[in-house]
């Protein structure tokens, strides 16, 4: 059985922290997590614990050289247990809900910094 590929926009492999709390809730402790991949829609990370479907994310992605983490929110729209040993125990993906244009643009120059050719032809494919 194959899946059909949903996404809009290409993803980017990533391995940076971020930190995340569940929005709407006063007083809630931020957590950590691993970003896996990014792409301008919507983001893969691993995690220590579950999370439920919906569940509105507020995160902040350092990325190295600059003053300011990139701020999103984001909607957890599937979740998994993972059988790796060597990584947290979950992994989720988001949609983002909010981002603002100045944050994607840091997220691109840093992937246009960091990434191989190959990532970069990939990222505009199918792009208008």
């Not at 829609?41 to 990325?63: T, W, Y």
Request: proline share 3%; with cysteine; glycine share 4%.
């Amino acid at each position: 059985m194959r899946i059909e590929e949903n996404r809009k926009f290409a993803r980017w492999n990533i391995s940076r922290p971020v930190r995340f709390s569940l929005a709407g809730k006063d007083n809630e402790e931020e957590k950590m997590a691993l970003l896996k991949d990014i792409s301008f829609a919507g983001a893969r990370m691993s995690l220590f614990e579950s999370l439920r479907l919906n569940d509105k994310l507020d995160m902040f992605l350092e990325i190295p050289d600059e003053e300011h983490a990139i701020h999103c929110e984001g909607k957890v729209v599937w979740q998994k247990s993972l059988e790796d040993m060597n990584s947290p125990p979950f992994a989720c993906g988001l949609s983002f809900t909010r981002i603002k244009d100045q944050d994607k643009e840091k997220m691109f120059k840093y992937m246009s910094q960091n990434a191989t050719d190959e990532v970069k032809k990939k990222w505009w494919e199918g792009v208008k």
